[in-house]
């Protein structure tokens, strides 16, 4: 059982590049998210999706997009990539609105650096 | 500012010692609380949650105690181990979404 996944595990980016987060789970989750680390603090929210065809912003939105074509997959897009994006990128997923009983599973995260 | 926050950044404990992580929230109309543990590369393992109508939850080794009164929580790991070396966060559940606190280092000592 894969859980969430994410691809690529590290990247390094210049300044004005874009790229696309992978974020995949098998689960049959309806919540997925997108969370940034940066060093020393906790997690913030980018975005988040109830289902399929439906995305919505979170804390820390600027710079980044979102889609959810399908259950499964819920990719991040930056654009014009910036050295503040330099960060951890965790993807999660839940069954229902994260809450009891409905635990958000994390992926293992991918490290973007932008120079 | 910050609705979710611990009270130390780092805790050192002797192997087989009890620990004890503490976090305040601000937001009084969170129903749902969430400890997760990161260790170093990886992303956050669940280790125990608790609904705001509770007061303690106990897991295996593990408690989450809950106050309302001074909106605190704390988790509370029995005979702690190496390999609970890690970053703890508490997180609180803004309708669907979670918020985390800073987190806090715990470090054992052989």
């Given at each position: 059982?894969?859980?969430?996944?994410?691809?690529?595990?590290?990247?390094?980016?210049?300044?004005?590049?874009?790229?696309?987060?992978?974020?995949?789970?098998?689960?049959?989750?309806?919540?997925?998210?997108?969370?940034?680390?940066?060093?020393?603090m906790?997690?913030?929210?980018?975005?988040?999706?109830?289902?399929?065809?439906?995305t919505?912003?979170?804390?820390?939105?600027?710079?980044?997009?979102?889609?959810?074509?399908?259950?499964?997959?819920?990719?991040?897009?930056?654009?014009?990539?910036?050295?503040?994006?330099?960060?951890?990128?965790?993807?999660?997923?839940?069954?229902?609105?994260?809450?009891y009983g409905?635990?958000?599973?994390?992926?293992?995260?991918?490290?973007?650096?932008?120079? | 500012?910050?609705?979710?926050?611990?009270?130390?950044?780092?805790?050192?404990?002797?192997?087989?010692?009890?620990s004890?992580?503490?976090?305040?929230?601000?937001?009084?109309?969170?129903?749902?609380?969430?400890?997760?543990?990161?260790?170093?590369?990886?992303?956050?393992?669940?280790?125990?949650?608790i609904?705001?109508?509770?007061d303690k939850?106990?897991?295996q080794?593990v408690?989450?105690l809950?106050?309302?009164?001074?909106?605190?929580?704390?988790?509370?790991?029995?005979?702690t181990?190496?390999?609970?070396s890690?970053v703890?966060f508490?997180?609180?559940?803004?309708g669907?979404?979670?918020?985390?606190?800073?987190?806090?280092?715990?470090?054992?000592?052989?």
């Open positions: 059982n894969a859980g969430v996944t994410q691809t690529p595990k590290f990247r390094i980016l210049k300044i004005g590049q874009s790229m696309t987060l992978q974020c995949a789970q098998d689960m049959n989750h309806n919540y997925m998210y997108w969370y940034r680390q940066d060093p020393g906790g997690l913030k929210l980018i975005y988040y999706s109830v289902g399929a065809g439906i919505d912003k979170g804390e820390v939105p600027n710079g980044y997009n979102v889609s959810r074509s399908t259950t499964e997959d819920f990719p991040l897009r930056l654009e014009l990539a910036a050295p503040s994006q330099t960060s951890v990128y965790f993807c999660a997923s839940s069954y229902g609105q994260g809450s409905n635990t958000i599973y994390f992926g293992e995260g991918s490290w973007l650096t932008v120079v | 500012g910050e609705s979710v926050g611990l009270h130390l950044p780092t805790l050192s404990v002797q192997e087989g010692d009890n004890i992580i503490n976090c305040a929230y601000s937001n009084s109309a969170s129903d749902y609380f969430i400890w997760y543990k990161q260790e170093s590369g990886k992303g956050p393992q669940f280790i125990i949650d609904r705001s109508n509770m939850r106990q897991g080794r408690t989450v809950l106050n309302k009164t001074v909106k605190h929580l704390s988790l509370q790991i029995a005979a181990q190496p390999g609970d890690a703890y508490c997180a609180e559940n803004i669907p979404r979670l918020r985390f606190g800073a987190g806090t280092r715990l470090t054992v000592k052989p």
